[in-house]
């Protein structure tokens, strides 16, 4: 059996040539010259030590991008730590990223609940602190796969996450004080959900095709690292799956989400890796009426495409968010960061608009007693049509006899 068609060099190499790549692309990052241990992306405009605002600082293991370099810039993330492919990054990397872009202000990390990320990235706070530095950790886990309880490790962190950066990056870049920009991360890690479904599982690079999940079948709350979901089933249609998965959120037995009838959401649809735009846009149109109708909510923002993927995965995830004013103006707040997409912010106007007339339509009924009610036009537009069509094809009928 053959490895997985790949576009690399040496497997071993993929997240330093990666970082490389990125860096190269977007002037305002740089990176860390402490290979292959230090995999860090920074901000090009932080000076060590003497920045003067709070820095937010995230990471974990690499496959998963634009997560989480894609996400450093200002209003944004500091830093970036990426470990190997889904590997935890080490504790002295943490540390480095720490040391390159934390001053006065502190810093705060933002880690998904892994355990290796807990561990290292908790080791590395602890030492940063002993050197003098100030540091507070909020740990994300937006999972709503599986019922609680989840066990000692509890809910895995997943694409929810970076709503967390946005909210924290916009805070601190606004010149919040560690206190503050911890306690706005803490809140909306504990107000967003997101819930996963696989149609495949990821290659590695240098590994094999999987045949885990055969062509009929789908994996309900699939891992972002492969791990087991809730259930696999038979693949359906996409409004039976988003049903699925936002019933799965919203659901009042697990208390995950403190929704009620007319609250404000904000929703992300996030592709896995492998699945086109085209898939990602209808699944996001299906969320939003679904949310709207179906659970009475509000859906002030919309953000779909690559967020937090598990490199080829298919698949796809929806993040639910409760949102307030201030929520929303740190999720609308300008940011450099290369991933985020900016052209989102804002209050979400009509969908649909009437098809324009033709013009000399729209001249004679300037002073029509309808002139107010452009689809009762569009209605006789259709009507006349038909009946000079109708018209025109009785004469020509005629004619022939």
């Known amino acids: 059996m053959s490895g997985a068609k790949k576009l690399i060099n040496d497997p071993s190499d993929v997240v330093l040539e990666m970082i490389e790549g990125l860096v190269e692309t977007y002037p305002n990052l740089q990176y860390l010259d402490g290979f292959p241990d230090v995999k860090v992306v920074l901000r090009a405009d932080v000076s060590r030590g003497t920045y003067g605002k709070v820095a937010v600082i995230s990471g974990g293991g690499s496959g998963h991008e634009p997560a989480h370099a894609g996400f ?80 000692i490790a509890g809910r895995r962190g997943l694409a929810g996450t970076v709503f967390v950066h946005k909210v924290a990056g916009a805070a601190a870049e606004e010149g919040k004080s560690l ?61 039976v799956v988003v049903s699925h998965m936002l019933n799965t959120i919203n659901n009042p037995d697990t208390g995950y989400m403190p929704l009620k009838l007319g609250s404000r959401v904000a929703l992300m649809v996030n592709s896995l890796g492998a699945t086109p735009a085209m898939e990602v846009m209808i699944a996001a149109g299906k969320a939003v009426a679904q949310l709207q109708v179906e659970h009475g909510l509000a859906v002030e923002r919309v953000y779909a495409g690559h967020f937090m993927t598990s490199l080829d995965m298919s698949g796809l995830s929806l993040s639910v968010l409760k949102v307030d004013d201030q929520i929303l103006q740190r999720l609308d707040a300008s940011t450099l960061a290369p991933a985020w997409p900016n052209a989102c912010q804002g209050a979400r106007p009509a969908t649909k608009v009437p098809v324009p007339l033709p013009l000399a339509l729209q001249t004679l009924t300037l002073h029509h007693p309808y002139a107010s009610d452009p689809r009762t036009y569009q209605r006789r537009a259709r009507a006349w049509s038909g009946a000079y069509e109708g018209g025109q094809k009785r004469c020509w009928q005629w004619w022939q006899t």
């Open 72 to 151: 450093v810039g200002t209003g944004m993330l500091t830093a970036a730590v990426c470990g190997d492919v889904f590997a935890s990054p080490s504790v002295n990397a943490v540390l480095m990223a720490i040391r390159a872009v934390t001053g006065p202000a502190g810093c705060l990390l933002i880690v998904k609940n892994y355990t290796g990320d807990r561990l290292n990235f908790g080791l590395a706070a602890e030492q940063a602190k002993e050197e003098g530095f100030k540091v507070d950790m909020v740990v994300v886990g937006d999972d709503c796969a599986l019922p609680p309880p989840r066990g």
């Open 179 to 239: 206190a503050d920009v911890a306690a706005e991360a803490r809140q909306v890690a504990g107000l967003v959900g997101t819930m996963g479904v696989g149609l495949s599982v990821c290659t590695v690079p240098g590994g094999f095709p999987s045949d885990r999940l055969p062509a009929t079948k789908m994996e309900l709350g699939l891992g972002i690292h492969g791990e087991p979901g809730a259930a696999v089933v038979e693949m359906q249609s996409v409004d």
